[in-house]
């Protein structure tokens, strides 16, 4: 898919890339959106703009000199957002941008939520960009307001999934509490990568381009909100770790009460079992045989034996069954 956009009298407007785009002059601010775009889209980009474009298997590279970087194609950055599918997983998306002659290129494999919105925003409506580099700054802000959304919402899962596990009651809403925390820890460290991703992508772009005083004060705004976010991040991947390992200790501390019960009442047993064993033997000589109150005199030891270390464990409070 292939999208062009013009500014034009303060405007930014969409055109109909296929047919009117020769007519325009090209000294313009445009910005050309591909999304997963066709070699045929590709072709038509490098002829009309003389842009060659980026292949989609170089979207997957994330080395650092691969990522940010300036040639005689322009300047390169690519950029992780995220995105949450329909199971309510969240995903990383790479996207590549070219700024080169009052142009932006945008190439993603995605049509993400961030542009769309951006797209909504900026259409038909009076903007004060002088160049084409407030368009990049305001989808970097804009990804910044929806990872701090984001944030916000783990913020507020986390507080409810921690009433749920340190109340501890070993139900199938603790079981899914876990499962879903295990889900939040990769949710904030995809968001974790993208704010720090940003934070690089936008001092590149201040090092590299001569930027006016407003554009430098919003970058500076921006890096300064990825720094905040990112000190709240941290304290919510320890509040993470902390459910977690709360988490496991009550099902540590469950299970080796399950493993004592099971010890003392194998313990308890075992001398009854000692003695019935003696007494199934099959000697012929064996003098208690011959007893007529042998039977119930073995029943009695048999019950004394388990009632001595019971009553001990009980003495020790080693019985005891924790609840929580």
Request: proline content about 2%; overall charge positive.
């Amino acid at each position: 898919m292939l999208n062009i956009f013009k500014h034009k009298n303060k405007i930014f407007k969409k055109i109909n890339t296929l047919k009117h785009i020769k007519k325009e002059k090209l000294k313009r601010n445009y910005w050309i959106d591909l999304i997963n775009p066709s070699n045929i889209e590709k072709i038509y980009i490098e002829k009309t703009f003389n842009q060659k474009i980026i292949k989609n298997l170089e979207l997957l590279n994330i080395e650092y000199s691969a990522r940010f970087f300036k040639d005689k194609n322009g300047l390169h950055i690519h950029s992780f957002f995220v995105e949450k599918n329909i199971e309510d997983y969240m995903n990383i998306y790479t996207v590549a941008f070219i700024i080169h002659k009052n142009k932006l290129y945008s190439l993603r494999e995605k049509d993400l939520k961030i542009f769309k919105i951006y797209k909504h925003e900026i259409i038909n409506k009076k903007t004060k960009y002088k160049n084409i580099y407030n368009l990049l700054i305001d989808l970097f802000e804009i990804k910044i307001e929806q990872l701090a959304y984001e944030t916000e919402i783990i913020s507020n899962d986390l507080e409810n999934l921690t009433s749920i596990i340190l109340k501890y009651q070993n139900n199938q809403k603790f079981n899914i509490s876990i499962s879903i925390l295990s889900k939040k820890e990769d949710m904030t460290s995809k968001i974790r990568i993208c704010l720090i991703d940003t934070k690089r992508a936008i001092k590149f772009l201040i090092r590299k381009i001569n930027f006016n005083d407003i554009q430098k004060k919003i970058s500076k705004e921006i890096i300064t909100d990825i720094e905040s976010l990112l000190t709240y991040n941290e304290s919510l991947f320890q509040k993470i770790n902390f459910l977690m390992q709360s988490a496991m200790g009550f099902l540590n501390i469950e299970q080796n009460s399950i493993l004592k019960i099971f010890s003392i009442i194998s313990v308890i047993f075992l001398p009854p079992t000692l003695i019935s064993s003696i007494y199934g033997m099959n000697f012929k000589y064996m003098p208690e045989l011959n007893w007529h109150y042998g039977y119930p005199i073995t029943i009695a030891i048999m019950f004394l034996s388990g009632l001595i270390p019971y009553t001990y464990f009980k003495f020790k409070k080693w019985v005891l069954i924790n609840k929580y």
